[in-house]
């Protein structure tokens, strides 16, 4: 039969992942065959999960991270808030998890899985976690606070030590969603990491900005022990134990995101932002300029008020455009995404009048 | 840096992963970029992996099967649990699940991630699930019931009609995890499959014994609502729910997961089968007649009674060795796994006397 081709991603624009870099894609390629879920069997792979570890260690500031290399920032975020339920499992019946409204939809699957409630916050007016509202949802069941650093349909930063130290107040684990923003976040001014505040885990992803290939999504723990409350013993393997969701894993996501990230930390991610953060900016102008309402892009993300019928018409002319919950066009400036398509999808908005 | 190497398989006697086929490989690469998390943007990778459902269908003998290709087989017996547990969530306070004691340690994670309690029941003297040991553990709050058809540490196959009458009798799910064995059993006489028995979910998984590469399982389920329990909302995605663990997920298995399949259902399998299965016999022949005591290898899988001294003597030689709970050496025959490897492994047992 006829080979579907895949995706071309020059009019891609509602993805947070992208072409990987050349590096990572034959990193990628070399360890295909391999899986670090055995690590006494293939342990090459498994070296290079602890240096992966370690350089997203530099990038969120922790010192001696704790953490794995997840199939992506879906794992990530279950397994922190699996580590915030179990941590409290002998003195919480009924626990409950708060986070702010933009969650990203991982955690709902989460609360599902896990039978955790999920409280959610109302933003403010900016479209940032509201750190009063978050306070009025937790109570002595609240075993985890969630925090969004790049949040998905707006690429907002919420404000991580305010919500740290509720989270503290607590006896919660307070877990920073940095799926997306993680590899934008270091070249800005925006508190989010382990450094700006007591941060206990946190999702980073090398398979979207980082510019990794799919599946390299990251957790991070300051603690080991935090990550212990997840292990179930391996009777078969050469190793003893356990603590990802998944059980085989991709050796080439593993090697793809080490060879990433040694390659653009920390120039090349900051020069991927800077051009970016310039073309979103851009954009923006351009769009206000046309009269269209633009949410301020914090990060390189751009929501613009476009009627359904001109959204449709667009993808009649090829973008891939998704909408926020309100309705607005998301265009997430990813490392594919040239000036050259901004423009062409200023020129179709031109032509549809 | 000095970049390590990947696993050679040359001396792997451990794992159920493999050399991917090299057209596995080849459309891996092609699809390294793709989300099938994604499917309204990433619409080629989608259309790929309603294929590879459909080819599972077919191997499994599940006409319009429903399911999804999974990050491996802990994620599709993950699922299978959760789907178990929803489906009761009304009429089920503290739900249980009934496995045969040599379930893989993912019902274990399962149990932990989704509240449910794990009922192990005791095996009978030829290491397969002991149907009346399991209905004893069968009670009112029973949601699931296990069977796996290729155990991981002996290479067994359960009673799956007797499973299967077990469970409906119970209003329970029937779960078969053919995880490794799947890709074998269509070639011998077991009963295993959706058309022998009852069977509502399986976990198959290219990437073992389909000669895909990872990460690449498969949940099948023989009705769309039984996946419909795991859905949840994805706001901003242009598709508008998702049944699955992960969110963003890799094209590249499931590319793969197809090529593999397309290229090798039935006769290259078959063949690997014969081989395989040829192989686990002469060799445990050439170990009885050695003095050895080995379980009889119903599949491609031998266990053997090895000192520990001698296991970690074949370690020191570059052998990897996983061994059973009881201790036996566990050597998986794989399609990497040679007649001149196991040659070497006698030799080496020789000289070691």
Not at 81 to 107: G, K, L, M, Q, T
Not at 185 to 191: G, I, M, Q, R
Not at 333 to 352: C, E, F, Q, W
Request: net charge negative.
């Amino acid at each position: 039969m006829q080979r579907p081709e895949p995706q071309e991603f020059a009019r891609v624009l509602s993805s947070m992942c992208t072409e990987p870099h050349p590096a990572a894609r034959a990193a990628a390629e070399r360890f295909l065959a391999t899986n670090p879920g055995d690590p006494g069997t293939y342990e090459a792979v498994a070296d290079l999960e602890r240096e992966a570890v370690a350089l997203l260690g530099e990038i969120t500031r922790l010192s001696d991270p704790a953490g794995y290399v997840t199939s992506g920032g879906t794992e990530a975020n279950v397994q922190a808030v699996r580590i915030a339920r179990n941590r409290r499992r002998d003195d919480v019946d009924r626990p409950n998890v708060v986070v702010p409204d933009h969650a990203h939809f991982s955690f709902t699957k989460a609360a599902d899985l896990l039978s955790v409630d999920l409280r959610r916050a109302p933003l403010d007016d900016d479209y940032r976690a509201d750190t009063d509202a978050m306070a009025a949802l937790v109570d002595e069941d609240t075993v985890g606070v969630v925090g969004v650093a790049g949040s998905t349909e707006y690429g907002r930063v919420d404000p991580i030590p305010a919500l740290a130290d509720l989270a503290a107040d607590a006896d919660a684990l307070f877990h920073v969603d940095a799926a997306w923003g993680g590899f934008a976040l270091p070249f800005t001014d925006h508190e989010w990491d382990f450094a700006d505040a007591a941060v206990d885990t946190m999702t980073v992803d090398p398979h979207k900005l980082g510019q990794a290939v799919v599946p390299a999504g990251g957790l991070l723990a300051r603690s080991p022990d935090l990550l212990d409350t997840l292990a179930v013993d391996t009777p078969y393997l050469e190793s003893t134990g356990q603590v990802t969701l998944t059980g085989t894993r991709s050796g080439a996501g593993v090697a793809s995101a080490v060879a990433a990230m040694e390659e653009l930390w920390p120039d090349g991610y900051r020069s991927e932002y800077d051009r970016a953060q310039s073309l979103a900016d851009w954009f923006t102008a351009e769009l206000r300029e046309r009269g269209y309402d633009v949410v301020d892009p914090h990060l390189p993300l751009v929501a613009v008020d476009l009627s359904p019928s001109t959204i449709d018409a667009l993808r009649e002319a090829g973008w891939r455009l998704s909408k926020t919950g309100s309705g607005e066009a998301r265009v997430v400036v990813m490392p594919h995404v040239t000036r050259d398509a901004l423009s062409s999808v200023l020129s179709d908005l031109d032509r549809l009048g």
